[in-house]
């Protein structure tokens, strides 16, 4: 009886599942502050999300204040659009490296990418895709290797896949969260 009820369960949370939108991708382009100007992932061509987007409550509150995309050590880690590196270098023994993005207003709006190896300097403007250094192989706050990616204006964090428009959201093939 108990395992009948399991399965029947089990069945629903699957089918539910079928039906909704994919659970890293229902958070997103909901921030109408944040437009749109992203032309690349920041690694592969349709990384995994291996958690997503959890605005804290409250600002010293517990949350993800970005998404982590799974990347294997050593991947090319991109601009996902067209700004400029306002940091890049070490914070509390982690790689990390931030690039304003053009035209995005004032405070511009600051995307972080950790733990990542450097290849660009402080204060190089760099183009949409353009590789800004390579995911280091520990570091990440994730089990597997990953790419934590942030958005920010000013101190207010943001969802970074708000930056990313539909076609590049949706760009399969997709490999969702396991349901378990
Ligand atoms: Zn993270």
Redesign the pocket.
């Known amino acids: 009886m108990r395992v009948c009820a399991r399965l029947i369960l089990l069945l629903v949370v699957t089918v539910t599942a079928l039906l909704s939108p994919p659970p890293s991708l229902s958070a997103t382009g909901t921030d109408a502050t944040v437009p749109a100007v992203g032309r690349a992932w920041p690694v592969g061509l349709r990384p995994p999300v291996l ?1 997503g987007w959890e605005p804290p409550a409250t600002v010293y509150g517990p949350g ?1 204040r ?3 995309l799974a990347a294997a050590p050593g991947t090319p880690v991109r601009a996902v659009a067209a700004g400029r590196i306002s940091f890049a270098g070490r914070v509390a023994g982690k790689g990390v490296v931030s690039v304003d993005l053009k035209g995005t207003g004032d405070p511009p709006l600051r995307t972080t990418y950790e733990p990542v190896t450097a290849s660009v300097e402080e204060g190089e403007e760099v183009a949409p895709g353009e590789v800004i250094g390579t995911v280091d192989a520990t570091g990440s ?2 089990t597997a290797t ?1 790419v ?1 990616w942030g958005l920010r204006r000013g101190e207010t964090y943001l969802n970074p896949l708000s930056l990313l428009p539909p076609w590049l959201l949706q760009r399969g093939p997709s490999r969702l969260l396991p349901l378990a």
Do not use: A, F, I, N
């Open positions: 958690r993800h970005g998404v982590d706050h994730c990953c934590h």
